[in-house]
C-alpha cells in the first residue's frame, strides 16, 4: 500500500474509544463509593460482541455487580459515559490531536530506523581499505511545499548537481489529488516531507505552521546530523526564526545560512499594521536575531540587499541570488514579425492572485476598453481573492471576457504564456511593493510578450523604460490609457520588446547557477 492509500484510508479516532477514555476518566474522579474500579485493575467492557473475551467480560460483569449493589449514592454506565462525552464534543478533538501528534512522532521513527540500520551496518564494515571522500553534506529547511517552489527547488537541483549531498526537509503536498511520499528522491535531491500540509488562513494557522515546521524540521536536522555531519543547514523564510530549528548542527559547527525570500516586517506593514505595533516590533526583533545567528544572508535582489544593510547587516556577510527565470523551463523563444498575434488583444496575467498582485485594476482597465479594443483577460493561477477578482468582473459585465485557466504545472506555464499578446503585472507599490521584483516580467519577455508594469522602485532598477510599459501604480485608468497606447503603436510594443530581450541572459538562472555555485565552493572550504 502506498503512502498515498495509507493516508487515505487514516480514520479519525473512533467514538467509542473516545467515550471509553472519558468513562474511565469519570471513573477515577467522580465514583465515591469507597468500591474498588475495575479499570484501576486493567479491567474494562467489551468493546463489541467480536472483540469481547468471555473472562474479562464475566470478570466486568461481577465487578459492575459488586458496584450495582454496594452503593446508591453514583451510578455510571457505559450510556450515561457516552452521553457526557457527547455533550463534551471538544474532547474528541483533543484526543485526536494527541493521536496525530503520537502518529507523527510514530512515523518520524519508523522511517529514521531503516535508514540508522543502513548507516550502522555501513559503519562496522572495514573501510580503511577505501580512501573515498565523503561529499559536503548540506541540509534545507522550508515552510513550502517543494514541488512548487522555485528558488528551494532550483537552488537544491544545482548543489546535487556540483555532487554534494543535499536533503530538503519541506512541507506535504499533492500532485492531481495524490499525496506525494513522506521521502523521496527527485534529480538527485533527497527530499524529506513533514506530515503537515499548508494551508491559508488567518494569523494562529500560520502560527501553527511555523511552529511545527520549526520541531519537526529540528528532529529531522538532528536526525540527519547524527548520521553524518551537516556542514551546512540553509534556511528559507518564511519565518526567520526557522534558523532556530538548526540549533543542534550550528552547536557542532555547522554553518548557517539564512535565505530571505521576503521581508516579513515590510510584508505585514503592507497589510495595515502600523511599524509601531506589537506585530511588526516582534517581527523585527526575530528577524534581527535570525540575522545574528546565521554565518550568511542570502536574498533576492539589490535592493534587498540595501535594505539588510540598513537594518546592521554587514555587507560581507550579504550574498544575493536573484528569482530570475530558469532557461530550461522558460527557453527564448523566437519573436513573432506581427503583433498582436490575432484579431484580440489578450492580456495575460500568470501567478498568484493576491492583494499584493492587484488583479482587480486590469479587470477595471478592462471595463473601460471592452467598447472600443477587442480585448480579452486570461488569468493563469488562482489565490484568496481570485473569487473576489471574478465577481469585480461580474458586477462591471465583463465576466465573459475573463477566460480563467486556473493552476498549471511549471512544465505548461511556457506554452500557456506564448498564447497571450500582452504580460501584465499590477504588483502594488508601497513599503514591500518597492521591494519586490517580479520575476514573471521576465517570464514574460522570454516567450515573446511585451509586459505592462507596475513602476515601482526595484524592477526599473533592472529594466528601464525603454524595455517596458510603466503604469502609475493603482491607477486603473493609467493602465487603460497604456494598454490603448500599445494596440495603436505595434511598431514601438516591438522596439522595446526587443530592446528587452538583449538583456534576457542577464536575466537567467544560468548566470545566477554559477555565482551561487561559487558562494558555495567559499562556504564548504
Known amino acids: 500500500m502506498t503512502t498515498a492509500e495509507q493516508g487515505a484510508n487514516r480514520r479519525p479516532l473512533p467514538s467509542r474509544f473516545v467515550n471509553r477514555i472519558v468513562f474511565v476518566f469519570l471513573g477515577r474522579t467522580l465514583h465515591n463509593d469507597g468500591a474498588p474500579d ?176 520549526a520541531v519537526l524540521g529540528g528532529f529531522v536536522l538532528a536526525s540527519l546530523h547524527f548520521r553524518g555531519k551537516l556542514d551546512v543547514v540553509h534556511i528559507h ?119 499584493h498582485y492587484d488583479l482587480g485594476l486590469a479587470v477595471k482597465a478592462l471595463a473601460a476598453l471592452a467598447m472600443e479594443l477587442p480585448v480579452k483577460l486570461k488569468i493563469i493561477g488562482d489565490g484568496k481573492k481570485l473569487g473576489e477578482v471574478l465577481k469585480l468582473a461580474s458586477d462591471l459585465g465583463v465576466r465573459n471576457l475573463v477566460e480563467l485557466v486556473g493552476r498549471v504545472p511549471i512544465e505548461r506555464v511556457a506554452s500557456e504564456m506564448r498564447s497571450g499578446d500582452v504580460g501584465i503585472s499590477c504588483h502594488r507599490a508601497g513599503i514591500f511593493g518597492d521591494l519586490y521584483f517580479s520575476t514573471k516580467v521576465v517570464e514574460y519577455l522570454t516567450q515573446g510578450l511585451p509586459v505592462v508594469a507596475a513602476r515601482t522602485y526595484t524592477i526599473t532598477r533592472y529594466l528601464s523604460d525603454e524595455c517596458l510599459f510603466y503604469f502609475e501604480p493603482g491607477n486603473d485608468r493609467a493602465l487603460a490609457d497604456t494598454i490603448r497606447f500599445m494596440w495603436h503603436n505595434p511598431p514601438e510594443v516591438l522596439t522595446r520588446l526587443n530592446k528587452a530581450r538583449t538583456l534576457l541572459s542577464s536575466l537567467s538562472w544560468q548566470t545566477e547557477k554559477e555565482k551561487f555555485l561559487s558562494f558555495y565552493a567559499g562556504l564548504l572550504r
Not at 74 to 99: H, M, N, P, R
Not at 137 to 160: F, G, I, K, N, W
Request: glycine share 6%; with cysteine.
Open 237 to 355: 523564510n518564511m519565518p526567520d526564526i526557522l534558523v532556530l530549528a538548526a540549533v543542534v548542527p550550528r552547536l557542532d559547527g555547522s554553518k548557517l545560512v539564512l535565505d530571505v525570500h521576503d521581508p516579513m516586517p515590510e510584508l505585514y506593514m503592507s497589510w495595515n499594521h502600523g511599524p509601531r505595533s506589537l506585530l511588526v516590533r516582534v517581527l523585527r526583533f526575530q528577524e534581527k536575531i535570525s540575522c545574528l545567528l546565521a554565518d550568511q544572508v542570502m536574498s533576492v535582489n539589490e535592493t534587498m540587499r540595501e535594505q539588510l544593510r540598513a537594518k546592521g547587516v554587514a555587507g560581507n556577510k550579504i550574498f544575493i541570488v536573484h528569482n530570475f527565470p530558469d532557461h530550461n523551463h522558460f527557453r527564448v523563444c523566437d519573436l513573432n514579425p506581427l503583433w498582436p498575434k490575432g484579431k484580440n488583444l489578450v492580456l495575460l496575467y500568470c501567478g498568484t492572485v493576491t492583494e
Open 38 to 213: 475495575p479499570r484501576r485493575r486493567g479491567l474494562s467492557p467489551p468493546l463489541s460482541g467480536r472483540d469481547s473475551d468471555p473472562s474479562s467480560s464475566g470478570a466486568w460483569a461481577r465487578h459492575s455487580s459488586a458496584r450495582t449493589n454496594s452503593s446508591s449514592e453514583t451510578k455510571l454506565s457505559d450510556k450515561d459515559a457516552a452521553d457526557f462525552c457527547d455533550s463534551f464534543g471538544f474532547c474528541q478533538g483533543v484526543l485526536s490531536q494527541i493521536e496525530f501528534a503520537g502518529g507523527v512522532v510514530v512515523r518520524f521513527l519508523r522511517r529514521r530506523r531503516s535508514l540508522d540500520q543502513q548507516a550502522e551496518f555501513f559503519m562496522t564494515q572495514d573501510l580503511h581499505h577505501l580512501s573515498v571522500k565523503r561529499p559536503p553534506r548540506v541540509a534545507m529547511l522550508a515552510h513550502t511545499t517543494y514541488l512548487s517552489d522555485p528558488r528551494v527547488r532550483r537552488e537544491a537541483e544545482a548543489l546535487a548537481e556540483d555532487g554534494i549531498d543535499i536533503h530538503v526537509i519541506s512541507l506535504s503536498e499533492e500532485q492531481d489529488g495524490v499525496r506525494e511520499t513522506e521521502d523521496a528522491v527527485l534529480n538527485g535531491v533527497m527530499i524529506h516531507r513533514l506530515p503537515i500540509f499548508k494551508k491559508r488562513g488567518g494569523f494562529l494557522r500560520y502560527l501553527y505552521e511555523y511552529f511545527i515546521t
